[in-house]
């Protein structure tokens, strides 16, 4: 008998590596998305299957993170071995436009994963919670490891926070199998296109093409732990086959900085960018033309920002035998790349 897994966040970044994985290891994948005005499933239509078809293991179902009864009748209904918990409003900016939103959907939609776990005596079923290193906010240590202290400094880390911790206390309360993953920045070629990353990558495609003139960006100095999001559901894969559950940090344990990523970018299409200026007036302008390509705009300012996320994945080596495949260089390159064929 194959394993069944539920997916909710499916039609998100990582939900389309995972089912994608989870496919080719023979499990039945069930994910949950969203009525959508417009079509949200482009990142997984490439393994959906006509659903008359025999031998369909990808099966989409209609739901919210926001909607109990929703989740309790569809994991009644579909008994999954394990649970992948990645729907959330993930984007950290906009969690400051919308912070009860983001506190339903992020915080309280895993409380009603795992309630529906326990109402339906799931006791077999396994419960992954897609935690942060938003979680750690505020710089309390360097590098960041499973015991440094959380200081979260957005709605979206604040509502990730009681995630983590519901995920716990259901682990210790009633004996779930429930493991937070605290993933660093995970990034790909389908990455959302308002992460800075993407929006990087999609700007210098459009700009070598001759169809964008210049790329705004916030805080050129924040640091990030950037891997490639391929490596990370592999882990949270791995998180779930352990005999007990525990967290787990998934990092590269390396950090570089928003302008590092810029000038790794533009090289990759062979323009090398020299920075001018200061502050809200600094500029990013191409070495040999003198063109502008790069401005700040104050809009892209957090109200708090997370300065430096930087992970320490030894647990995750140690007991799960992970360990990230891409570097830095490769990633910024196959996202530069992928953007110039897709623009
Ligand atoms: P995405 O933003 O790409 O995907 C989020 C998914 O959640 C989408 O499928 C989205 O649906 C869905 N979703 C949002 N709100 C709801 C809701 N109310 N009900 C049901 N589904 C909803 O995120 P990623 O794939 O990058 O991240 C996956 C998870 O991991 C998220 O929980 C994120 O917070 C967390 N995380 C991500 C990291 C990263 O670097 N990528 C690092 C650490 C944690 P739709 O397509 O309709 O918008
Ligand atoms: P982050 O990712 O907040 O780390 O959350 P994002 O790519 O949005 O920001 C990274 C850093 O870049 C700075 N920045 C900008 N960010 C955006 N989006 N747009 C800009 O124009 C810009 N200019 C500078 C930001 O200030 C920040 O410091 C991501 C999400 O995937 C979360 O869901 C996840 O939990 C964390 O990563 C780990």
């Known amino acids: 008998m194959s394993k069944r897994a ?23 994948v069930h994910g949950i998305k969203r009525r959508s005005s417009s079509f949200n499933t482009g990142r997984v239509d490439h393994i959906y299957q006509d659903p008359h078809v025999s031998n369909n293991n990808f099966h989409l179902h209609y739901g919210d993170m926001t909607d109990a009864t929703n989740l309790i009748r569809l994991i009644q209904e579909i008994q999954p071995d394990e649970i992948y918990n990645l729907a959330a409003q993930s984007h950290v900016q906009v969690s400051f436009e919308t912070p009860e939103y983001t506190a339903n959907s992020d915080g309280m939609g895993a409380l009603r994963l795992l309630e529906a776990m326990r109402i339906l005596n799931l006791e077999e079923t396994r419960f ?39 995920t716990i206390n259901y682990r210790e309360a ?23 990353t993407r929006k990087i990558t999609m700007a210098v495609a459009a700009i070598k093409k001759g169809n964008q003139d ?35 940090v998934l990092a590269t344990g390396e950090a570089h900085s928003v302008r590092e990523f810029v000038e790794l970018a533009f090289s990759e299409v062979g323009y090398k960018i020299e920075w001018q200026g200061e502050g809200i007036e600094e500029l990013g302008i191409e070495a040999n033309s003198g063109r502008v390509m790069v401005k700040i705009d104050s809009r892209y300012f957090r109200p708090t920002e997370v300065e430096l996320l930087l992970g320490d994945p ?14 830095f260089a490769d990633l910024v390159s196959e996202m530069v790349r992928a953007d110039l064929l897709s623009s």
């Not at 605290?182 to 990455?191: A, G, M, Q, V």
């Open 6 to 28: 539920l997916i909710t966040g499916v039609t998100g970044q990582d939900g389309a590596y995972l089912s994608e994985l989870l496919l080719t290891k023979g499990y039945e």
């Open 128 to 166: 992954y919670q897609a935690s942060t290193s938003e979680l750690y906010g505020k710089v309390q240590e360097i590098p960041q490891n499973e015991t440094t202290p959380f200081y979260p400094r957005s709605p979206y880390a604040a509502a990730k926070l009681y995630a983590y911790w519901i």
């Open 174 to 196: 009633y004996g779930l199998h429930a493991s937070n993953g605290i993933l660093f920045n995970h990034e790909s070629p389908i990455r959302g296109e308002t992460f800075v």
């Open 214 to 248: 210049c790329l705004y960006l916030g805080n050129l100095e924040a640091k990030r732990d950037w891997g490639h999001a391929k490596d990370y559901v592999e882990g949270m894969w791995r998180i779930l086959q352990q005999d007990s559950a525990d967290d787990y």
């Open 314 to 327: 030894s647990k995750a080596q140690r007991v799960l035998g992970w360990q990230h495949t891409t570097s």
